[in-house]
């Protein structure tokens, strides 16, 4: 079909617009942003979260998304390693509670688009009738799936919002939060990137940057399978990783879900 726009509102002071699944323009509490960078659906960031079995990218999206809602800001780290390098938990744990909410989801999302797929693959006018009414029962979303991802991911958003970092491992198992990360005085191998491929870089400052994503990209420096997101108070969400010798950051990424093809 032809192009068209889609404004999307995710909360109050939020709003975004598509073309398809692309992102335009967002004004997110007062500012606009122009083309964030898509760095959760390819390139370095999403390779990293499918390493950590984290296949879709929607969940971590929401999770930073209900962090920018929250206004506090926070760091969440997810690494493949229950003691990683460098940190402290004040509070640690061993939940699963987020990582099974998310499989659910994501098992009626398969249902729902393997659903999809058989309608638009049939001309049978009684079978289009029975895989019609097939994909609506899919269409019947538990509202309970829906009520426990949000309300974890708010869990999540307010953890993060206590002094001190999230830590999570492998397909969101919550390992523990108030974490305190050992940041060495400065490094020299922290490069900015401009595109999602890590392929347009430059030398970063990071003198004029806050503690949290300094801290972070030490966390990262130390766990170079690890990843982090580092949310300000004003809103922007960076993604922080180590690729080769150098730890590379992404400022202003895109948190909000893609909207589904149409």
């Known amino acids: 079909g032809s192009a068209f726009l889609k404004v999307h509102c995710s909360g109050s002071g939020f709003i975004s617009v598509h073309s398809r699944?692309?992102?335009?323009?967002?004004?997110?509490?007062?500012?606009?942003?122009?083309?964030?960078?898509?760095?959760?659906?390819?390139?370095?960031?999403?390779?990293?979260?499918?390493?950590?079995?984290?296949?879709?990218?929607?969940?971590?999206?929401?999770?930073?998304?209900?962090?920018?809602?929250?206004?506090?800001?926070?760091?969440?780290?997810?690494?493949?390693?229950?003691?990683?390098?460098?940190?402290?938990?004040?509070?640690?744990?061993?939940?699963?509670?987020?990582?099974?909410?998310?499989?659910?989801?994501?098992?009626?999302?398969?249902?729902?688009?393997?659903?999809?797929?058989?309608?638009?693959?049939?001309?049978?006018?009684?079978?289009?009738?029975?895989?019609?009414?097939?994909?609506?029962?899919?269409?019947?979303?538990?509202?309970?799936?829906?009520?426990?991802?949000?309300?974890?991911?708010?869990?999540?958003?307010?953890?993060?919002?206590?002094d001190g970092a999230v830590l999570l491992g492998r397909n969101f198992t919550l390992l523990g939060f108030g974490g305190k990360i050992d940041a060495p005085s400065s490094l020299s191998n922290v490069i900015r990137a401009k595109d999602s491929e890590g392929t347009d870089l430059e030398q970063m400052d990071t003198s004029e940057r806050g503690n949290r994503l300094i801290s972070a990209i030490s966390f990262c420096n130390a766990n170079p399978s690890a990843i982090a997101f580092v949310g300000s108070q004003d809103g922007p969400v960076s993604a922080v990783l180590k690729h080769d010798a150098n730890v590379i950051v992404w400022d202003d990424i895109e948190t909000v879900p893609p909207l589904p093809q149409s």
Do not use: M
């Not at 990293?48 to 879709?56: A, M, V």
């Not at 029975?130 to 979303?141: G, K, P, S, V």
């Open 21 to 162: 699944t692309e992102l335009l323009v967002e004004f997110r509490t007062g500012s606009i942003s122009t083309k964030p960078n898509s760095v959760l659906r390819s390139g370095l960031v999403a390779n990293r979260l499918k390493d950590l079995e984290i296949e879709y990218p929607n969940w971590i999206a929401r999770i930073l998304r209900t962090i920018q809602d929250t206004g506090h800001g926070g760091t969440v780290l997810i690494s493949p390693d229950s003691n990683p390098n460098d940190i402290s938990l004040k509070y640690e744990c061993q939940s699963a509670a987020l990582s099974i909410s998310f499989s659910k989801l994501w098992e009626k999302t398969r249902e729902i688009n393997g659903a999809i797929r058989q309608v638009n693959s049939t001309n049978d006018v009684h079978e289009l009738k029975a895989l019609t009414q097939q994909l609506l029962r899919a269409f019947d979303f538990d509202v309970d799936i829906q009520d426990d991802v949000q309300r974890n991911a708010r869990t999540i958003a307010r953890l993060a919002a206590v």
